[in-house]
C-alpha cells in the first residue's frame, strides 16, 4: 500500500462513504474554549468539494440510504440528507449517538450512553436498550443477530426476534471498537490493537491478527485487512506482512472509493489521504 497523495477538508473528518460519482465525508468539530460542537456531509466529484451541509452538531457516522444519506448525530439524532437539505430529523436520545448500521429499512444506531436504538424508518419508530455501563462504539446486524461491544472486550450477541441474549465472547483485552461481518466470519478490532476472527457457524476463535495502535476501522481486502489506527495512521495487513501509512493524526474513517483506492479521514489535521492498494 503506497500513499497518493491527500487533500485538506473543512473540519475534522471521521467517516468517508462512495458514491456513484465519488465520494462523501462527515466531520465532527469541537470548539475546545466554548466545547460547541458542530459538523457537516461534504460531496465530492473528481476530488473537488461540490456541496457541504452543516449542522449544529457532530456528525459521527453516516451511510447512504437510498438515494440519500442517513447521519448518526453528537446530539441524539438521525438525520436523513441529500447532502442540499435536511429531509427528516429523528431525535433518539440526549446522547452522542456513535455509529450507525443498516439493513434494509431499519437503522441500528450505538449511543455513547450504552444504550442501542432500533429504527423503523418507513414508520420513524424505534425502541431502545441499555445493553453496557458505558459508551457502545460500534454496533453490527446480520441474519436475525446483532452484534454489540460491552465491557472489557467482550462482544454481546442478541437475537434481533427478542432482544434476549444469544451470545457473549469474550474477545479481546480491551474495548472492541470495530465489528466486520462476511458470510461465515465475525472480526472484531479493539483497542489493544488486534483483529479477532470468529467463525459464525460455531462460534469459535479461528485467529488473533496483531495489527498495533488500536483498531478503529477496518476494512477486509485480498488477504489481509486495511485498518485505520488510533496510532501509526493507516495499515495493510496480511499474515505476513504489514504496510504502513502514517498521519500526523488519528485515522479515523476508511473506504475503498474505486478498486484498489483507499481513502482515509486523518481527522484532527483536517484531511482526507490517498491510498493504492495492487497487493493480493
Known amino acids: 500500500m503506497e500513499k497518493q497523495g491527500e487533500i485538506s477538508v473543512h473540519g475534522n473528518p471521521d467517516c468517508v462513504v462512495k458514491t456513484f460519482d465519488g465520494y462523501c465525508i462527515s466531520t465532527y468539530n469541537l470548539d475546545k474554549d466554548t466545547g460547541i460542537k458542530t459538523g457537516s456531509i461534504q460531496k465530492f466529484a473528481n476530488n473537488s468539494l461540490i456541496s457541504r451541509l452543516n449542522f449544529d452538531c457532530g456528525i459521527l457516522d453516516f451511510k447512504s440510504y437510498e438515494s440519500n444519506f442517513l447521519a448518526c448525530t453528537s446530539d441524539g439524532k438521525l438525520i436523513l440528507t441529500d447532502c442540499l ?4 430529523t429523528l431525535s433518539l436520545t440526549d446522547q452522542c449517538l456513535s455509529y450507525l448500521s443498516l439493513s434494509g429499512n431499519t437503522a441500528y444506531s450505538a449511543s455513547l450512553d450504552g444504550s442501542i436504538h432500533i429504527v423503523d424508518l418507513p414508520t420513524q419508530s424505534y425502541q431502545s436498550y441499555k445493553l453496557n455501563a458505558y ?10 443477530l446483532i452484534c454489540v461491544p460491552i ?8 437475537d434481533s426476534r427478542n432482544m434476549e441474549t444469544f451470545k457473549t465472547l469474550n474477545l479481546h483485552e480491551s474495548e472492541i471498537c470495530s465489528i466486520l461481518i462476511d458470510d461465515t ?9 488486534t ?13 488473533v491478527l496483531n495489527i498495533g495502535g488500536g483498531v478503529w476501522r477496518m476494512l477486509r481486502k485480498n488477504s489481509g485487512f486495511l485498518t485505520a489506527n488510533m496510532e501509526e495512521g493507516f495499515k495493510y495487513t496480511t499474515p505476513t506482512s504489514q504496510f504502513t501509512v502514517s498521519t500526523q493524526s488519528l485515522a479515523y474513517g ?19 489521504v490517498f491510498m493504492q492498494t495492487t497487493t493480493t
Open 85 to 88: 437539505s435536511t429531509k427528516l
Open 135 to 144: 459508551e457502545i462504539w460500534y454496533i453490527e446486524k446480520f441474519n436475525d
Open 151 to 158: 465491557s472489557i472486550g467482550k462482544l454481546l450477541v442478541k
Open 185 to 193: 466470519n465475525i472480526y472484531t478490532g479493539s483497542f489493544d490493537g
Open 195 to 207: 483483529i479477532t476472527q470468529i467463525d459464525s457457524r460455531t462460534w469459535g476463535k479461528v485467529s
Open 254 to 272: 476508511l473506504a475503498e472509493v474505486e478498486e484498489n483506492l483507499i481513502i482515509g479521514c486523518s481527522f484532527y489535521d483536517s484531511k482526507l
